[in-house]
């Protein structure tokens, strides 16, 4: 747009800094004539800028505009033909002026401009502009060409304000259509909007109900989509499936899978004739052409695929064999015109016309040629009116000497030229927006034995002009030699399940399975809910993740079978309340024993109503995000097809955004759930075991993300939409199932008696890892021996090292090894281990408080000092002399002092039972 603009300013300031006297002189046929040329203006101009010659002819100069000598080798001998046609109305007008209402002495010229040498690296829209200024500061007082929307549209846009008349045969743009803007343009054709939406009644008609539409990304077809988008809004049994336009991809080929790719087999194509010819070509290599399917093009395109098939073929012999070939079943729309004799009369006279005088004249245009003569004819006929009414009226001031010299502006508007002349479109009448009105459009169908080149289709009816209907006059042969029309899509199957399916079968016999158990456990809690370890794990809280786990495994029966707006509603509530009450219950869970476990004050309790509220808020949370959804765009079933014999019925709101928009918020909001549950889980590490179920949780927590980062994807990706259904619940059963069995199974096992609190994973290893690797070293079982007995499960927190970041204390496996003067201390919350050696160790012992003991080994050289915490004085005594057999000495007793950090830092241990700790050798 700036550029157009900066052109707009450069031609206006030209066109005015050229205003001086200038003498033209032109030889017209056998005879010369001289003349006095004034540039164009809307006020008075001075006599002596008065054009005048020695023969009193007057010439009336039109300004032509084209892109006369395109690089292409088609499109220049286009422009020669169109340049011969424009030759051949001005030769007809003035071989008799007033068969148009002109004065005998006045005379049509015209003032040629190859737009394509004003293309120094501007658009084609600011060549046309800078020639269109060039031209009428030459004395043009009306402008002819173009050729397309665009390059009129600029043309228009920029000689409105100077009051110059735009014709353009190529213009097809609605927006030409708005006199607000335009208020000095008209055209000979309709808007191309007409034609798209003339294929409506023509679909109807064959009883096509679907269909896709690829338009080119220029002017006239962004005004065939807008159009075409805007008449499909009053369609309710008519359903665009999909619509395609070439920006993103210059491939015919893709471009035509693309239409068909979900089974739509009609296909309807706006834009230049050129473009939708190569379109059809790579549709044709794309094997996207036969006899299910049915193409519809709002112009001919025979005459333009013909040529392009002499570039793309050695032995033209084959074209009118592969011509029909690629046709037959075809149809295109056309502007039928009114049969007139001057519309008889011109395409009658072009085969005969001398092609030496008049070039390549019978190039063949694609029905280009009448409009291009109509602009010529046109402006003459209402110059000829205009000036038949001024002398009617006794009006001096227009006369044709003004009309010459451009004074006459004001009356340049459509309405002038709206003269119901006959011409080769017909007689000529213009509507309120300046463009021809009173078309048919002409429906044609290629049969078998068409067509010949040159020849159209067969003419099977016409859509009438008010488009309102479709009428039929001869019964198609459509590509199969039938009269039967093609389907409008190919018989999908729908690749939902059924509960007859073996897949939706084998996964709710899973389900069953799962449901059954969940109700189990319940139950069992329920009956055993004073047994200690069942009191450990918060029954309600645990009951809440029970259902959670039971809705997450009903999600399944609303994605078997076609869904309906209730299966929909289905879909989208039950998982995210499934996982809200499951995790929420968790998280409450989780921050009781958080607040209980780390905080300074004892016997400190946290109210089962106050975890409630938090679990109610998290819930209400979600509840009302779905509430909204449901409320606002509740989704509800599509079909989508995924090839071209399979679709499938998903539940979708009305626009992807909004369905993001909700989806989004969800999986926000339980990202942060999530995440909070695994803050806790790391928090807790150093909770006593038989309150803390940190490991089981952590796992059940990555299982499910792990699955999720996985599963989720595959689940959005359609490729993949055949096999939507067994992802998404094998995701389903995985993290249910797992949840389930991580988080209860290991309390049911203690109801059973199973204790597993004193299964000591340590132990086993110690047993199995260490114990043969010592035995390679010392050659003596002694050594490991003394290793599974000489442990201990203990609070044990370092200073000085890398514990001093943390400041915790953790509950540890501790081992010492006095063969190997080594003390080996394990975390139980995940397994890490530290070795120390005791050589040159110092032994104290603290007591920190009334019923705690602790021994404090202080190694000078590292200046680390590692604490362990024992709830008596004899097991404090009695690890002090194991720690001193392996290499440790005393330094005396230290009663009475205290960690520094202990209390203060509001971290306490953990109270170790003493069944719980091997006792020292």
Not at 511 to 516: C, H, Q, V, Y
Request: charged share 15%.
């Amino acid at each position: 747009m700036l550029l157009n603009f900066i052109v707009v300013l450069l031609a206006v300031a030209s066109a005015f800094a050229g205003r001086t006297e200038v003498h033209r002189f032109e030889k017209e046929h056998n005879h010369t004539s001289s003349q006095h040329v004034s540039f164009p203006n809307h006020a008075q101009q001075p006599k002596s800028l008065q054009r005048r010659d020695l023969t009193n002819l007057t010439y009336l100069q039109i300004g032509v505009l084209y892109e006369f000598n395109d690089p292409d080798p088609d499109w220049r001998d286009y422009g020669t033909m169109i340049q011969s046609i424009w030759n051949l109305a001005k030769d007809d007008i003035n071989a008799d002026p007033a068969k148009w209402g002109l004065p005998s002495n006045a005379r049509i010229r015209l003032d040629f401009r190859d737009s394509i040498q004003y293309f120094h690296g501007w658009n084609m829209e600011g060549a046309y502009m800078v020639s269109a200024m060039d031209s009428y500061k030459d004395g043009s007082i009306a402008i002819v060409g173009g050729s397309s929307s665009d390059v009129a549209i600029a043309m228009a846009q920029m000689l409105g304000p100077l009051m110059v008349p735009v014709c353009s045969p190529q213009a097809y743009s609605y927006v030409l259509s708005d006199k607000t803007k335009y208020p000095y343009f008209f055209r000979p054709n309709t808007p191309a909007a007409n034609d798209v939406i003339g294929v409506i009644p023509l679909l109807k008609n064959y009883g096509w109900t679907r269909f896709s539409f690829i338009y080119q990304d220029v002017a006239s077809g962004t005004a065939y989509d807008s159009a075409l988008s805007e008449a499909m809004k009053k369609e309710s049994k008519l359903f665009l499936a999909n619509k395609f336009t070439d920006y993103y991809t210059n491939d015919p080929g893709e471009l035509a899978n693309r239409a068909v790719a979900d089974g739509t087999r009609v296909i309807v194509v706006a834009g230049n004739p050129d473009w939708a010819a190569k379109l059809f070509w790579g549709a044709y290599n794309a094997s996207v052409v036969g006899n299910d399917f049915v193409w519809i093009f709002v112009n001919d395109i025979q005459d333009r695929l013909a040529s392009l098939l002499k570039k793309n073929l050695a032995d033209e012999t084959q074209i009118p064999e592969l011509l029909e070939d690629m046709l037959v079943g075809t149809l295109y729309m056309s502007v039928q015109r009114d049969s007139t004799p001057a519309r008889e009369e011109f395409w009658a006279r072009l085969p005969t016309l001398n092609e030496s005088l008049y070039p390549l004249i019978n190039y063949g245009g694609g029905g280009d040629e009448a409009p291009a003569y109509a602009c010529i004819s046109a402006l003459a006929a209402g110059w000829g009116k205009l000036l038949q009414q001024a002398a009617a009226d006794n009006n001096s001031d227009v006369n044709l000497a003004a009309l010459a010299s451009g004074e006459l502006g004001s009356y340049m508007i459509p309405d002038t030229f709206n003269t119901g002349i006959d011409t080769p479109v017909g007689y000529f009448n213009l509507d309120q927006h300046g463009d021809f009105k009173g078309y048919n459009l002409l429906v044609a169908l290629y049969e078998k034995g068409q067509p010949t080149i040159g020849d159209g289709g067969t003419e099977i009816g016409s859509v009438a002009a008010d488009l309102s209907g479709f009428i039929q006059r001869v019964v198609p042969v459509f590509r199969d030699g039938s009269s039967n029309p093609p389907l409008t899509t190919v018989p999908q199957l729908p690749v939902n399940p059924s509960y007859e399916s073996v897949s939706a079968a084998v996964i709710l016999a899973f389900t069953s399975l799962g449901i059954f158990a969940t109700a189990v456990t319940a139950m069992l809690f329920v009956v055993f809910m004073k047994h200690e370890a069942i009191r450990r794990t918060s029954l309600p809280f645990s009951l809440l993740i029970l259902l959670g786990i039971t809705i997450s495994y009903t999600t399944l029966f609303p994605h078997i079978g076609i869904p309906t707006p209730a299966h929909c509603i289905g879909q989208t509530w039950l998982p995210p309340i499934g996982f809200c009450l499951c995790f929420s219950s968790i998280a409450v869970k989780s921050w009781r024993l958080y607040r209980i476990f780390n905080n300074v004050r004892k016997n400190y309790a946290v109210k089962t109503s106050q975890l409630f509220a938090y679990t109610g808020a998290m819930l209400s949370l979600e509840v009302l995000i779905l509430i909204v959804w449901t409320a606002y765009d509740p989704p509800r079933p599509i079909v989508l097809p995924i090839s071209q014999r399979q679709s499938i019925y998903l539940c979708r709101s009305s626009t992807q955004f909004q369905q993001n928009i909700f989806e989004g918020f969800l999986y926000a909001i339980n990202s942060a759930l999530l995440a909070f549950v695994l803050l806790l889980t790391w928090l807790n590490r150093t909770v006593a075991t038989e309150y803390n179920e940190t490991l089981y949780i952590g796992a059940a927590v990555w299982n499910f993300v792990a699955l999720m980062s996985i599963g989720l994807p595959l689940v959005y990706i359609q490729s993949l939409y055949e096999y939507q259904f067994v992802i998404r619940q094998i995701i389903v059963l995985l993290v249910t199932t797992f949840t389930l069995l991580v988080l209860f199974a290991p309390v049911l096992l203690r109801i059973a008696g199973v204790k597993t609190e004193k299964v000591d994973l340590m132990n086993s290893f110690a047993n199995n890892v260490l114990k043969s690797d010592f035995n390679s070293k010392f050659g003596s079982t002694s050594t490991s021996e003394s290793l599974i007995t000489n442990s201990t499960i203990v609070p044990a927190i370092e200073r000085g090292g890398l514990w001093t970041l943390l400041n915790r204390w953790e509950t540890m496996r501790v081992f010492v090894i006095p063969k190997m003067n080594t003390l080996i201390a394990v975390q139980l919350s995940n397994g890490r281990a530290f070795t120390y050696n005791l050589v040159d160790s110092i032994i104290s012992e603290a007591s920190n408080s009334g019923d705690e003991f602790s021994v404090v080994v202080t190694f000078p050289k590292t200046k680390r000092t590692f604490y362990l915490s024992f709830n008596s004085h004899e097991q404090r005594t009695a690890w002090m002399a194991l720690i001193a057999s392996a290499g440790g000495s005393h330094a005396g007793s230290a009663t009475g002092s205290k960690d520094p950090n202990r209390r203060t830092s509001g971290l306490q241990s953990p109270p170790i039972k003493s069944a719980e700790v091997s006792s020292a050798p």
